[in-house]
């Protein structure tokens, strides 16, 4: 049978309405447990000889059916719901990682995955190594004899630097290393690791997945026998289960990714067009910037090149943040991929924690802001960056005539 599109399959599911009253949306199963017919049916089912609920930690309706249109959105065997991005990252780890293993990590990774990273080396002797995968033998030299997997994010945050996916996978694959990749800068719909040969993928469903700034969730996917494994140490016995109401909030956010995807990366190209005609702006960093140092990499290996801007404005952090406090329409928040447009300064939010000279050397200056394109009216964006931006050159100009 010919298999239906990506839009109508993120609408719906496998869902057996039949079999819920003719519910045109999916239930929500708020519940933590689930009543036996029987001792003997508790029993088999404890064994695993029968299917079914026992516990909503074990499982849930509701999360069920999110899981398996997570698992299809990215093309993967199995996926699982977390509670947080970071619940799926440290889940995955510590599934493939024990005691005097090595991993080796795309440099730039976010915050808190380098913070886990950080622990398990000091607590568990798990080691890692940050490098640039520039090239091949950027990955292949890091290789140790007890490395076990290569983590990756891209874009990388906020400097949308990216790693070339099917150079790495490569040369884990003839490594025989496991490959992870963290895709929530781009969404299922802008990029398919698994596809391109990645043994599992994770996610901060926080972000695109969800797209309305209304839940914390994260989701890993990978093959069957790994993720059921998972399913039942590092998710079960950890606990970061998510609930089944914030699990619906992502189901209604799935049926509008692809649409939504569309509509942030149209604004941010139309974002970027006009950015980069004002006088006011140092540098721009946006994958599809044709000037972008890895344009052909991102044009090759993502769909679109995302919702997703940084730029430069002149007159360092003072004039960063005036900006940001002159902006209406832009909220000043972290987080990203919703649909209100977010502006953020990493020097002293996300990034602030990394020393400054470390940050200089990531390509993080004082005055360098993330935009997360919204899904508003492309002029309304516009004109609120724009009228920020003359007030702000207005300001920065009355200063140097006043000295
Ligand atoms: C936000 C984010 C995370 C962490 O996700 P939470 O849902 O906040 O736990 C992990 N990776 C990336 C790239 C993120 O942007």
Not at 54 to 79: C, F, H, M, Q, W
Request: aromatic share 6%; proline share 4%; hydrophobic share 40%.
């Amino acid at each position: 049978m010919k298999q239906k599109g990506l839009h109508t399959r993120l609408i719906h599911g496998a869902f057996d309405r039949k079999s819920q009253h003719g519910s045109l949306s999916h239930p929500i199963y708020q519940t933590s447990t689930y009543v036996f017919d029987n001792a003997a049916q508790g029993e088999a089912r404890f064994a695993g000889e029968e299917g079914g609920y026992i516990y909503s930690r074990l499982g849930n309706p509701t999360v069920t059916e999110l899981e398996a249109k997570l698992a299809d959105a990215e093309g993967a065997e199995e996926a699982v719901a977390f509670a947080s991005g970071m619940g799926a990252v440290s889940a995955v780890l510590m599934h493939l990682l024990s005691s005097g293993d090595h991993v080796i990590v795309s440099e730039g990774i976010y915050g808190c995955t380098y913070g886990f990273l950080e622990m398990m080396e000091t607590k568990y002797g798990i080691e890692y190594d940050l490098i640039q995968m520039n090239q091949i033998e950027d990955v292949s030299r890091a290789v140790k004899p007890n490395t076990k997997a290569v983590y990756v994010e891209t874009p990388i945050n906020p400097t949308m630097k990216l790693v070339d996916l099917e150079m790495v996978i490569r040369t884990a694959e003839d490594a025989g290393l496991w490959t992870v990749v963290d895709n929530t800068f781009c969404s299922p719909y802008l990029q398919r690791p698994i596809e391109m040969g990645a043994d599992f993928v994770v996610h901060s469903a926080t972000k695109y997945i969800s797209g309305h700034g209304d839940v914390i969730a994260g989701a890993a996917c990978g093959p069957a026998e790994e993720m059921q494994v998972i399913r039942m140490t590092t998710q079960k016995d950890v606990g970061a289960v998510l609930g089944p109401m914030d699990a619906w909030l992502l189901l209604r956010g799935l049926k509008t990714l692809p649409l939504r995807m569309d509509r942030h990366c149209s604004n941010a190209a139309y974002i970027f067009e006009k950015l980069s005609q004002e006088d006011g702006i140092e540098r721009i960093v946006y994958p599809g910037d044709p000037d972008f140092p890895q344009y052909d990499l991102a044009q090759r290996q993502m769909a679109q090149p995302g919702g997703l801007i940084s730029f430069e404005i002149k007159g360092g952090k003072r004039a960063a943040q005036a900006f940001m406090d002159e902006l209406n329409v832009v909220q000043t928040a972290v987080s990203l991929g919703d649909a209100e447009s977010l502006i953020q300064h990493p020097a002293s939010m996300t990034h602030s924690v990394v020393p400054p000279d470390k940050r200089l050397d990531m390509g993080i200056t004082d005055s360098m802001l993330r935009l997360s394109a919204g899904l508003e009216n492309p002029e309304d964006i516009w004109d609120d960056l724009k009228q920020a931006l003359d007030r702000v050159t207005d300001q920065t100009a009355g200063e140097l005539q006043t000295k």
